[in-house]
């Protein structure tokens, strides 16, 4: 079975700093993919960046970085910079290439991430 | 973004009576899903299907069925709606499935259902 903690219910942050959300996930999977989304209050569900289990290099899109320590089983989402516009919540998900289950995203319980100005 | 889009966008319906879900994508991408979203409990795997006619459950699939005739069209009907399954519902698409981890998801607007 495949399990994601993310253990910051709500996070404030001021406008400009770095953030980092954290992401723990469990699985006896070699081959799995992590991937973060946004939901802002308007509900949709925004991808943003994800990360293959083999990838040697933490991935980045614009100013989102996902910081994969395998080892540890964590891959947490740092977003550099932050706007008032990266307000919402964020989920961190993963996939696994087999594990016997239902295809699909596992996700965790979102944290609520508020920039203040 | 990907085109997906659900229907109807906001329902509200009786308990008992049977409802239906659209999810129509113009991607043409094999995989699709359900979720649904509740308070405390991120999102969660209803059905998905790996292609026409092509369905399996998910973790939470009690009380819900599905249906694919076409690439395009993945439904959700809930024979006997209870207020338990007052949720808000996703549809997803993917390129690829299990065998392939990497592809993400794209998620629909969204169905605000309530039953009363």
């Known amino acids: 079975a495949q399990k994601i903690t993310q253990t910051q219910p709500g996070m404030f942050v001021q406008e400009k700093e770095a953030v980092t959300l954290d992401c723990t996930y469990d699985t006896s999977d070699q081959s799995y993919g992590l991937f973060w989304y946004k939901q802002p209050s308007s509900g949709e569900m925004i991808f943003l960046i994800y990360q293959g289990s083999y990838d040697e290099q933490n991935a980045t899109e614009g100013r989102y970085s996902l910081n994969f320590q395998k080892a540890r089983k964590s891959a947490n989402l740092v977003i550099s910079a932050s706007q008032l516009g990266d307000s919402a919540m964020y989920f961190c998900a993963m996939r696994a290439k087999s594990g016997g289950g239902a295809d699909g995203l596992t996700f965790g319980k979102g944290t609520h991430l508020i920039i203040q100005p | 973004d990907a085109g997906i889009t659900q229907s109807p966008r906001h329902k509200v319906t009786e308990t008992g009576t049977p409802v239906t879900l659209r999810c129509h994508q113009t991607?043409?991408?094999?995989?699709m899903y359900w979720y649904r979203q509740d308070p405390g409990h991120g999102l969660r795997l209803i059905h998905y299907?790996?292609?026409?006619?092509?369905?399996d459950k998910g973790e939470v699939s009690d009380g819900y069925s599905v249906s694919r005739s076409k690439t395009e069209d993945f439904l959700l009907t809930l024979e006997s709606a209870t207020s338990s399954q007052t949720s808000v519902y996703f549809c997803?698409?993917?390129?690829?499935?299990?065998?392939?981890?990497?592809?993400?998801?794209?998620f629909g607007p969204g169905t605000r259902l309530t039953v009363t």
């Open positions: 991607e043409n991408h094999r995989y």
């Open positions: 997803a698409i993917s390129e690829s499935g299990q065998g392939s981890p990497l592809y993400e998801q794209y």
């Open positions: 299907s790996y292609g026409v006619k092509d369905t």
